[in-house]
């Protein structure tokens, strides 16, 4: 594993190297549009795992006779709050709740819904059409590498990605920028080589804190008013294809 850092611009560039060349993205009528790599969030960006991590929180809660409170639900920063959000079942159930069968009963009806999950709309061409005009993808995720491997072999797509880039390699989530400094560490490239495509608003800063342009799909429960520092906002990839959206960046 590699050790959890922040390296400052200046050794990142020199322990990567020169910046690799890039490669030119025929774009048809929009004219050439040049990107070496894209990176892609995965939760709630090229899956779903959103939907289902609150649908089993739903599930749960109903369990106990209680609903949840949908609208206090999504938390407005990274990292893991998975533990507060028992507390907080617990608070509402009272003595009586048992966290361990809890936990158990939740994340067995999550593994149920995510049997059926597959890529977001237009995520699957979006990596067909990368892969196919030389173009290196990678995964910068604030969730464990094996989270998001498990998912992807699941659906079989984890050989379209040059590696992952993982929350449990890193010092801090988004929306730090630490991920994507990891992803342009691996990659050999300069920020201005790269576009990151996130779901969500502390992934877009973090992808723009690192210097890359931005593309944002929000999530289906995301706040649409947050995503200003996005270079582009789609309602989905399956809006245009990926050289027409690469080419609306440099338009």
Known sequence: MISKHRWPTAERAAAAGPPSPLPAF???????????????DFDGLLMDTETTMLESWQHEWR?????LDVGTFWAQHGGDV??????????????SYDRERSHARRI???DELHRRLGLREGIGAWLRQGRAAGIRLAVASSSPRSWVRGHLTAVGRLG???FIAGGDEVALPKPAPDVY???????????GQAVAVEDSAHGVAAARDAGLRCIAIPGLHADLAR???????????ADLSLAEALARLDG
């Open 26 to 40: 025929a774009c048809g009528d929009n004219g050439g549009v040049r990107a070496a790599a894209i990176v892609f």
């Open 63 to 67: 369990q106990h006779g209680l609903e």
């Open 82 to 95: 998975t533990e507060q959000r028992y507390q907080r079942l617990a608070a509402a159930v009272g003595p």
């Open 108 to 110: 067995a009806y999550r």
């Open 160 to 162: 379209d990605f040059e």
């Open 181 to 191: 400094m990891l992803a342009l560490d691996r990659l050999r490239l300069d920020a």
């Open 227 to 237: 995503f200003g520092r996005a270079d582009l906002v789609l309602a989905s990839a």
